[in-house]
């Protein structure tokens, strides 16, 4: 009968899958005694390997088995430990062949992931169980290895610190649809030389230089105490700060002699202090050159070489504290007069009598010659306090030092700024985690840093497996609990001791899991650190945990859960209860609309269409009831291919269950989505059908919706004439209560027609009449204090001021229209008002800061979240500026992409904006072009056909071929 373990854990370890090559072959013609102490003796030396380097054997059959390494132990190097393991396997130092005299041959595989480990009883006998891909992965990279072979995945090298040799393998259709890369182990692993400590790194050390300069200043003054510890996190910089460190002491003359702490041998008496001694070189016993009396040197070498001799043990009356003081003394009489850097790494690791050896060698009579530097984890504090003179906390990196080192690691010579100020964003001050993530995005593409890379979480699990059971599930407890969390929240989820769990969190304080707790609250030091902590929950605790935690806050708040809807749909997610969480999703979704958030807005809905799909044809209301909410959102912050992708299905499934005020709307947001990608027809076939039902249902908003929409499209289809006389009769509908309601739209409803009807007004030549609207929304806006509706009037004032010839008051104009927009997250407008403040820029004198707004405007990629409008006076915008600058074909390729858009979209107010500026700069730069008078010639075709007025500049930098119907002015035609 068996019995799992209730302490079943989910871990990153590396699993070792070994086999014995024909084994069947070897033992045919056996005896089953002979068979039995033939597979024995194999059986020890597998067993041997993986136990020497740190791994357990978890289930072994005769010629094979599965091995584990980092658990149940702690072990951050479980790759490197168990590539070591798997070469001794392949590689027996004695070859002895089989019983039928043929030689013996292991074949290993070596993959690294999450695994499920747990401890089951069978008739009271313990057995490791190991569930998981990962198991199964090993297994196949075991069977593709020839003989005396290793096959590792790339997972796995992925996770190995010290150099390894491979070659990399055609990846087999088995193992491809996996999507695992195998490299075949070339030569034994070896842990990496002591002294490279210099040259691990590749790149020069970005940021740290105040904590450099300290330890310059403390080794260069040399004298009693010249010892220094870097403290932090994993990840923070200790060892490329110590490299550095140990880099300029190379260049004094000084000898280098490190040691590195290890999980395995930090219970081992002595063990850093005995390496240490060995490398200065001389016999331990030998008392002249030891500077050691008789005595000291036989408990020295007692201690240091105990096989010797069978009898060499220190007396009993020696206490440890006596024999580390013979350790140092030893090490300083050794050492000599040469100047020396004892570099140790990992203070955490190393066995507590070293650590004493260590403070009494720093403290109590130091060699002059001696700079001491030590490296640890935040829990080894108090210890390099006693050791170090001087004692460094690293903090995280700034954003612009992370920024610098970003451009370094990028994979490619062009960085992309958006993607890597996300990564920043990601990586939070920390090297290594930032190292990772870009790794990731370079390995696997742009979305690649939005997951945990594997090997920084696989460093957080080997933390967390340090701490006390107890705290451990702590750490796992908060990290489902939200941000902010509140101790006595999780003191009443985990039904927990108070001052229990005060001792917990004082201990992952310790280990710099968390902040230091700020009254009643505390929170992890990192994301990254939570979200590991939450993937070594099992599913059962996890929903248990997570119903716990809804419990908890359901029956502390009662009915006042304003503010509390996004956590608890995560328990209730969690917990299994997902129409409970839908409905938490939508009540979130309604705050954080209210508040204008859009980002958050767009979180909540990616969660709550999972939710919907897993729920079925029960939850197909609800999810029209979210696409709408959040679609006019959408479309601000430029996901545009999410709302393709929604909107249609949500049209589909409100017409199938009968809800044609809802159809109507969607048909709204189809026909914004419609226009902003330039698709005019299907907008307006989208936008006609639902002023229809708007109007059959007397419903305002709609109409106004609708109406909005269709004048846009048609302006920008050449029918310019007919959307603004629409849009003029749309204005007068807004009067009464109607002038200051919101109507659904984005923007204010009055705010809205004016603006657009000053946009409008630019096609047609008459400016004037254009800016007169846009002050009129401008005015609306301001008052309201609605950020979106100034916006949208800045950017058709900024435009018509453009056309008056009155540059500088549309750049600054424009720059407050941008501010705004980048203030309040409008990503979708802002490709559109680089490109309008680049023309203003350009036509003021300033084409050198029009050409880095545009090229800051690309670097974020803003131009593919937009539509086609924006990406076209994006272009143009940039266009101008460039060959103001000299820059003539880049200038007009800028241009050339401009027009294709243009024409693509069949946008004659575009085609003739940008036929008008190519021909101007021709003109200039080419008199006589038979190609000004091309583009000339269709830009009049096409003005006579949709009635519009080209703009070009006079002597007053704006005139009219025709006036306006009430006789303002615009420009002449070009």
């Known amino acids: 009968m068996e019995k799992a373990s209730a302490s079943s854990e989910r871990r990153i370890i590396t699993v070792l899958a070994a086999d014995m090559v024909g084994s069947t072959r070897h033992i045919a013609a056996c005896d089953p005694d002979e068979a039995q102490a033939f597979l024995d003796v194999w059986f020890e030396h597998v067993s041997e390997a993986v136990e020497r380097a740190g791994g357990l054997l978890v289930h072994y059959e005769g010629d094979g088995g599965i091995a584990v390494f980092g658990w149940p132990g702690a072990l951050e190097d479980h ?21 039928n005299g043929d030689p013996v041959f292991f074949r290993v595989g070596l993959h690294s992931g999450l695994v499920g480990l747990r401890e089951i009883h069978r008739h009271d006998r313990p057995r490791f169980d190991v569930s998981g891909a990962v198991v199964h992965v090993a297994a196949k990279l075991q069977q593709r290895a020839g003989s005396g072979q290793v096959l590792i995945s790339g997972e796995a090298l992925n996770l190995c610190r010290h150099p390894v040799e491979v070659v990399r393998e055609t990846r087999e259709e088995a193992l491809g649809e996996l999507g695992v890369d195998a490299y075949r182990l070339a030569a034994r692993p070896e842990r990496r030389d002591p002294g490279s400590v210099p040259f691990r790194y590749r790149w020069p ?3 740290r230089d105040g904590e450099l300069a300290a330890l310059r200043e403390l080794f260069s003054a040399g004298g009693a105490r010249a010892s220094a510890a870097l403290i932090g996190e994993a990840g923070i910089g200790k060892t490329r700060l110590a490299a550095a460190a140990v880099n300029e002491e190379l260049a004094a003359g000084s000898r280098i002699l490190t040691f590195q702490g290890d999980g395995q041998r930090s219970t081992t008496p002595f063990a850093a202090a005995r ?37 060499a043990r220190p007396p009993a009356r020696w206490t440890p504290l006596q024999v580390a003081r013979i350790f140092a003394k030893a090490f300083a009489a050794r050492m000599g007069g040469d100047p020396i850097l004892l570099l140790i790494e990992d203070l955490h690791l190393v066995d507590a009598e070293s650590r004493q050896f260590l403070k009494l060698l720093a403290t109590e009579t130091p060699p002059p010659a001696l700079r001491l530097l030590v490296t640890g984890r935040p829990e080894a504090w108090n210890d390099a306090g006693e050791i170090a003179s001087l004692v460094l906390r690293l903090e995280p990196l700034g954003r612009m030092e992370m920024k610098a080192l970003g451009r370094c690691l990028w994979p490619t010579p062009t960085v992309s700024e958006s993607l890597l100020e996300q990564v920043l964003d990601r990586a939070e001050g920390v090297p290594f985690v930032l190292e990772e993530l870009v790794r990731s995005v370079d390995a696997e593409g742009a979305d690649a840093f939005r997951r945990l890379p594997q090997g920084v979480e696989s460093a957080i699990h080997a933390r967390l497996q340090r701490v006390s059971p107890r705290a451990r599930g702590l750490a796992e407890a908060l990290s489902l609990l939200g941000e902010e969390i509140e101790i006595d929240l999780a003191r009443e989820v985990l039904g927990a001791d108070r001052d229990a769990l005060l001792d917990d969190l004082a201990e992952l304080e310790r280990f710099a899991f968390l902040h230091p707790a700020t009254g009643q609250t505390t929170r992890f030091r990192h994301q990254i650190i939570a979200e590991s902590c939450a993937n070594t929950i099992s599913r059962s605790r996890r929903r248990d945990l997570h119903q716990a935690a809804l419990d908890t806050i359901l029956a502390r708040v009662g009915p006042a859960l304003a503010g509390r809807y996004e956590g608890l749909s995560l328990h209730a997610e969690g917990a299994g209860d997902d129409r409970a969480a839908l409905d938490y999703l939508w009540e979130a979704g309604l705050e954080a609309r209210r508040s204008v958030a859009g980002g958050s807005l767009n979180l909540i809905f990616d969660r709550a269409v999972r939710v919907t799909t897993r729920i079925g044809a029960d939850a197909e209301n609800r999810f029209v009831d979210f696409v709408l909410m959040v679609c006019a959102s959408m479309l601000q912050l430029g996901e545009f291919r999410k709302m393709n992708t929604h909107l249609p299905r949500a049209v589909q499934v409100a017409h199938a269950r009968g809800r044609p005020d809802q159809v109507c709307v969607a048909l709204s947001q189809l026909g914004m989505l419609c226009w902003f990608e330039g698709r005019y027809q299907e907008g307006l076939d989208a936008t006609t059908r639902g002023l229809e039902m708007a109007r059959a249902m007397e419903a305002p908003a709609l109409i106004f919706a609708h109406e909005v929409m269709a004048t846009n499209i048609l302006h920008d289809m050449g029918r310019v004439d007919e959307a603004i006389a629409r849009l ?52 609306i806006a301001v008052t309201a204090q609605d950020a979106y509706s100034e916006v949208l009037a800045r950017s058709s004032l900024g435009r018509n001021l453009v056309n008056l010839g009155r540059d500088a008051e549309a750049a600054e104009c424009l720059h407050r229209a941008l501010d705004l927009a980048e203030l309040n997250g409008y990503d979708a407008i802002k490709a559109n008002l680089t490109g309008a403040l680049a023309t203003a820029l350009t036509r003021a004198g300033r084409p050198d800061l029009a050409i880095q707004r545009v090229q800051a405007c690309l670097a974020k990629n803003l131009h593919q979240r937009t539509g086609q409008l924006e990406v076209y006076y994006l272009h143009v915008g940039y266009a101008e500026a460039l060959v ?27 085609v003739v904006d940008g036929l008008g500026l190519r021909a101007r700069l021709l003109a200039e730069l080419r008199p006589g072009s038979d190609l000004v008078e091309v583009d000339l010639e269709e830009q009049r075709e096409i003005c006579a056909r949709a009635g519009l007025v080209a703009w070009k500049p006079g002597p007053a930098r704006a005139r009219a071929v025709r006036p306006s119907a009430s006789g303002a002015s615009g420009a002449s035609p070009a």
């Open 79 to 99: 790759a490197d430990r168990a590539c070591q393991a798997a070469w001794t396997i392949a590689h027996p130092v004695v070859a002895a062949p089989g019983p």
């Open 275 to 311: 390496e240490l001694i060995e490398r200065l070189g001389a016999e331990p016993g030998d008392p002249t050159r030891g500077g050691l009396d008789e005595e000291e040197a036989a408990v020295l070498e007692a201690v240091v070489a105990p096989a010797r001799r069978e009898d």
């Open 728 to 779: 003029k009769r749309l204005d007068e509908m807004l009067v009464g209560d109607l002038a200051t309601a919101r109507l659904g739209a984005p923007a204010l409803p009055r705010a809205t027609t004016h603006a657009f009807l000053s946009w409008f007004m630019n096609a047609v030549g008459r400016y004037a009449e254009g800016v007169d609207h846009a002050e009129r929304a401008l005015a």
């Open 205 to 207: 050390m970005v940021g």
């Open 884 to 910: 103001r600058t000299g820059e003539v074909e880049r200038g007009l390729v800028a241009l050339e992409q401009a027009l294709a858009i243009a024409r693509a979209v069949d946008s004659p107010c575009l």
